[in-house]
């Protein structure tokens, strides 16, 4: 079993910036896939963000390619989301999740296998 647990959200006008961060109890050693989602109420949950913890590959959404950025502390079990240029459209609640094996980790690519509680990202313009 992992447990993730995000934070960082918060609320930013547009053009501003957050960081998202995702502490996991337990990272590489148990999951392949590591990634970010985001949701918005009467909508399907997204992926935004994902990354493959053996060698950092990461993948993006094309709504937020060139704006945000997935990383990783892997000696911290720890994720990341820096989200620069941020649009109302960005808000959202935005969860991080994890999958143990996949062959890829491409976005919407894998299959999750846990999920965080989610953090609220509010942009206003």
């Known amino acids: 079993q992992v447990q993730l647990v995000e934070s960082g959200g918060g609320s930013v006008q547009a053009g501003g910036s957050l960081r998202l961060t995702c502490t996991a109890s337990?990272?590489?050693?148990?999951?392949?896939?590591m990634a970010w989602f985001r949701q918005t109420p009467g909508k399907e949950r997204e992926g935004v963000a994902s990354i493959y913890t053996g060698t950092g590959t990461t993948y993006y959404a094309d709504s937020v390619k060139g704006r945000f950025t997935i990383s990783q502390d892997n000696a911290k079990n720890t994720l990341y989301l820096q989200m620069n240029s941020l649009k109302p459209e960005d808000t959202a609640m935005y969860y991080c999740a994890a999958a143990r094996l996949s062959w890829s980790c491409g976005i919407g690519r894998f299959q999750v296998n846990y999920w965080g509680q989610g953090t609220q990202v509010t942009v206003s313009s």
């Open positions: 337990r990272y590489s050693s148990s999951t392949t896939c």
